[in-house]
């Protein structure tokens, strides 16, 4: 079955940088659209980044700049490069599958999400 499986998060500095990974199983992820989302307390989940099945990419306008999503197909693996990070980007961060494999910042679009991890800015 599908899974997703978020790794990477932990307490940085403001400025500072971390590698979140996003390992898929029970499908290929080749063919499909993997989105990043966050949700902080009391806020509603958001789009940060997705990457489609042809390796376009979309960014939130709050990480353009700063963040960078890709793919290694070999590892069925999809990896947020997250730098200059701010309090603000303090939130549990989620990836999650279109298998529709186009890109899109809403939550309702995509069908598998994995457990979260937790990223926290702070000085």
């Known amino acids: 079955q599908v899974q997703l499986v978020e790794s990477g998060g932990g307490l940085v500095q403001p400025g500072g940088s971390l590698r979140l990974s996003c390992a898929a199983s029970g499908f290929i992820l080749d063919y499909n659209a993997i989105g990043w989302f966050r949700q902080a307390p009391g806020k509603e989940r958001e789009g940060v980044s997705c990457?489609?099945?042809?390796?376009?990419?979309y960014y939130a306008d709050s990480v353009k700049g700063r963040f960078t999503i890709s793919r290694d197909n070999a590892k069925n693996t999809v990896y947020l490069q997250m730098n200059s990070l701010k309090p603000e980007d303090t939130a549990v961060y989620y990836c999650a599958v279109r298998r529709y494999g186009y890109c899109s910042g809403s939550v309702s679009a995509f069908g598998s999400w994995g457990q979260g991890t937790q990223v926290t800015v702070s000085s």
């Open positions: 990457i489609s099945k042809r390796d376009s990419t």
